[in-house]
């Protein structure tokens, strides 16, 4: 209840979660670019047809950048505007459990300035868009949607003197609500002033935690977030709609309002939407991408 007389939490909270319809949240840049981080030969099938279906229905794109950490000559022939941009990133040390997806966070996180766009749109590999995004963005400010949980909550059974000092007194790790990072829009010099240092937190926040858990580029970022004063703004869930929690386990047609499509395997019934929009997909329940998606250097080997 003191928080609500806490000047700082007012201040954050004034500049967190804003909803998109407002008009003074809406600027004049157009998204231009997407780029579409992917780590791992495994992962190369989505992270093409996430491209695919960019070029196809995002009609307003200059250009799709698939960021990696594979060379280009192993990706198949790409749709006219897709390149393939190859980023070596440190690996961990090999006791580490979660190598690959330590990994591919540090990519992530490097991915929107492989862009040349001024409007760059970044959306994981298993999210497709099935419209243009039309939102017009300003500086200074940070589009996304928007997800229940604590951040702070993946530090519950750290030890205190562990913690880093940027997050004792960071106000958006402690919200009910978060930043998805699956579906994130930025100014290139917005981009310019968060990945270095969003890099930085990532790689002290879990070099400092144990690997008990997979790390995730989400906790870093809220703190992030506050210390550069950035403004987030909620595009709304049609952006980056749950497939597998919505529909999935059973045949469902995909809403025509949804933007971004996040989540659905298999891929196949991907390819059936493709040949028709408008017919019903069988994906797989909610379950499963946790199963798939954040397992050990060990447990993915033995799968």
Same mark, same amino acid.
């Given at each position: 209840?003191?928080?609500?007389?806490?000047?700082?939490?007012?201040?954050?909270?004034?500049?967190?979660?804003?909803?998109?319809?407002?008009?003074?949240?809406?600027?004049?840049?157009?998204?231009?670019?997407?780029?579409?981080?992917?780590?791992?030969?495994?992962?190369?099938?989505?992270?093409?047809?996430?491209?695919?279906?960019?070029?196809?229905?995002?009609?307003?794109?200059?250009?799709?950048?698939?960021?990696?950490?594979? /060379? #280009?000559? @192993?990706?198949?022939?790409?749709?006219?505007?897709? $390149?393939?941009?190859? !980023?070596?990133?440190? &690996?961990?040390?090999?006791?580490?459990?979660?190598?690959?997806?330590?990994?591919?966070?540090?990519?992530?996180?490097?991915?929107?300035?492989?862009?040349?766009?001024?409007?760059?749109?970044?959306?994981?590999?298993?999210?497709?868009?099935?419209?243009?995004?039309?939102?017009?963005?300003?500086?200074?400010?940070?589009?996304?949607?928007?997800?229940?949980?604590?951040?702070?909550?993946?530090?519950?059974?750290?030890?205190?003197?562990?913690?880093?000092?940027?997050?004792?007194?960071?106000?958006?790790?402690?919200?009910?609500?978060?930043?998805? /990072? #699956?579906? @994130?829009?930025?100014?290139?010099?917005?981009?310019? $002033?968060?990945?270095? !240092?969003?890099?930085? &937190?990532?790689?002290?926040?879990?070099?400092?935690?144990?690997?008990?858990?997979?790390?995730?580029?989400?906790?870093?970022?809220?703190?992030?977030?506050?210390?550069?004063?950035?403004?987030?703004?909620?595009?709304?869930?049609?952006?980056?709609?749950?497939?597998?929690?919505?529909?999935?386990?059973?045949?469902?047609?995909?809403?025509?309002?949804?933007?971004?499509?996040?989540?659905?395997?298999?891929?196949?019934?991907?390819?059936?939407?493709?040949?028709?929009?408008?017919?019903?997909?069988?994906?797989?329940?909610?379950?499963?991408?946790?199963?798939?998606?954040?397992?050990?250097?060990?447990?993915?080997?033995?799968?």
């Amino acid at each position: 209840m003191f928080e609500l007389f806490n000047k700082n939490h007012r201040y954050v909270r004034s500049r967190h979660n804003i909803p998109y319809k407002q008009e003074a949240e809406k600027g004049k840049i157009a998204i231009s670019s997407v780029v579409i981080p992917c780590t791992g030969s495994d992962y190369i099938e989505e992270a093409v047809l996430s491209a695919e279906f960019a070029s196809r229905f995002a009609k307003n794109l200059e250009e799709i950048v698939i960021v990696s950490d594979q /060379s #280009a000559s @192993l990706f198949p022939a790409l749709p006219q505007k897709v $390149r393939v941009a190859t !980023l070596d990133v440190p &690996l961990r040390e090999e006791s580490y459990r979660y190598k690959q997806i330590y990994r591919s966070r540090l990519i992530k996180i490097q991915a929107p300035l492989q862009a040349k766009g001024d409007g760059i749109l970044m959306i994981d590999s298993d999210l497709n868009l099935l419209q243009d995004p039309e939102a017009k963005i300003q500086e200074h400010s940070l589009y996304s949607s928007f997800r229940q949980g604590k951040m702070i909550a993946k530090m519950a059974e750290i030890p205190k003197e562990l913690i880093p000092a940027y997050y004792k007194n960071a106000v958006r790790p402690v919200f009910e609500d978060h930043v998805n /990072s #699956a579906y @994130l829009v930025a100014t290139r010099s917005t981009w310019k $002033r968060l990945c270095p !240092l969003w890099s930085a &937190l990532f790689q002290d926040t879990w070099e400092l935690m144990s690997d008990n858990q997979p790390p995730t580029d989400q906790l870093p970022l809220a703190a992030l977030l506050d210390l550069l004063d950035i403004k987030t703004i909620n595009l709304g869930d049609w952006v980056n709609w749950p497939v597998s929690k919505r529909i999935g386990g059973q045949p469902a047609v995909i809403p025509s309002q949804v933007i971004g499509a996040h989540g659905g395997f298999p891929l196949s019934e991907w390819q059936k939407y493709l040949h028709d929009p408008t017919q019903p997909l069988t994906f797989r329940g909610q379950d499963y991408t946790r199963k798939v998606r954040y397992l050990t250097d060990a447990e993915k080997q033995q799968s």
